[in-house]
């Protein structure tokens, strides 16, 4: 390791038995090799999906890969928060200890459409659906060992140059596909900033990480619309491009390793033959702590689900 890369493998994984893991959008992509890779070392995965059916195949498939494997597949529609309180409930009525939340689930590319709260539904489904599971989860994070909410970020937040108004999140007035996504990746990166800061004030066993799978070969990827789009990210997958199976380590070492360190964004940098895991500073819009704290208050209101466990804002 250095002071801003390491040096990590899936062979660094150290075993996860005993530890119960949950896994946002575990239905394909990212989140179906992470649930796999998590329930081969040897953890407790909840698969948490929309599609029941296709979370049922990832589930059968890793059991296949990994026999003893311990998972099992729960409904989770991010975009609705009737459903995020639903299957919270469903964890807070178990009362089982979490030890890692990986939020993972997002979508991109999408015509425009809300949400019955109201939520333009890429920003309710990447960033306000997470914000509101997470505090009602927060419960049995802190019941579990070395406890961590891992958000899935994106470089992409590193270009967003416009001004972000989080007062409605219908974002009607100018909404875009892709600047929605980015928009969303924006407040991902405040939301861990924030989090980890809100964590650390309470004094808080759990941990707020952040990491990235770079430009990975995904589903999510098959949304992208338009020819001159299409043609450049075809570019982009060919010249920088990793597949999935490797994109997928950062989100692993941050769930994984007790070297991962929070308030830093952790993933791979541009160069596919770079294989070091870069720990970078947060930069631009993602490391203004006002617009984070504005961020915070926003989404609190919207969801009513902070639960007390931090001071809600005066302001």
């Known amino acids: 390791m ?3 890369y390491f040096h990590w493998t899936r062979a660094d994984m150290p075993s996860q038995v005993g530890r119960r893991i949950i896994v946002t ?6 989140g179906a090799i992470a649930a796999r890779e998590l329930a081969g070392a040897g953890a407790h ?18 059991r296949a890969s990994s026999p003893g494997a311990v998972c099992r597949v729960e409904h989770l529609d991010l975009s609705e928060l009737s459903s995020v309180r639903s299957f919270a409930d469903r ?14 689930a997002g979508v991109s590319n999408q015509p425009y459409s809300f949400t019955d709260d109201g939520i333009e539904k890429t920003f309710a489904t990447n960033v306000v659906g997470h914000f509101a599971l997470t505090n009602l989860l927060l419960p049995l994070l802190e019941m579990g060992g070395d406890p961590r909410v891992v958000s899935v970020g994106s470089n992409l937040y590193r270009r967003f140059r416009a001004d972000l108004a989080f007062d409605d999140l219908a974002f009607g007035d100018y ?13 991902t990166v405040l939301f861990a900033a924030e989090l980890e ?25 098959d ?8 043609s450049v990210m075809g570019l982009a997958h060919a010249l920088i491009s990793r597949d999935a199976e490797e994109g997928v380590l950062p989100l692993l070492f941050a769930a994984t390793s007790e070297q991962a360190p929070s308030m830093r964004f952790l993933g791979w940098h541009t160069r596919r033959s770079d294989k070091r895991l870069w720990s970078d500073e947060f930069v631009g ?31």
């Not at 969801?303 to 007390?308: Q, R, W």
């Open 223 to 230: 949304n992208v619309g338009g020819f001159a789009q299409k």
């Open 91 to 104: 964890m807070l009525t178990a009362g089982q200890p979490l030890d890692v939340l990986l939020l993972n």
């Open 175 to 187: 909404y875009s596909p892709q600047g929605s996504y980015v928009r969303s990746k924006v407040a």
């Open 45 to 62: 995965v909840i698969l948490a999906v929309r599609d029941l059916e296709k979370g049922d195949r990832v589930a059968t498939s890793i």
């Open 25 to 30: 959008g575990a239905s394909s992509g990212l």
């Open 2 to 4: 250095s002071d801003n």
């Open 197 to 221: 800061r809100r964590l650390r004030s309470v004094e808080s066993p759990v941990r707020s990480l952040i990491a990235h799978p770079g430009m990975s070969t995904t589903p999510m990827h």
């Open 285 to 315: 819009r993602g490391a203004d702590e006002d617009l984070a704290r504005k961020l915070w208050k926003t989404l609190d209101s919207v969801t009513a689900e902070d639960l007390g466990v931090f001071e809600r804002d005066s302001a």
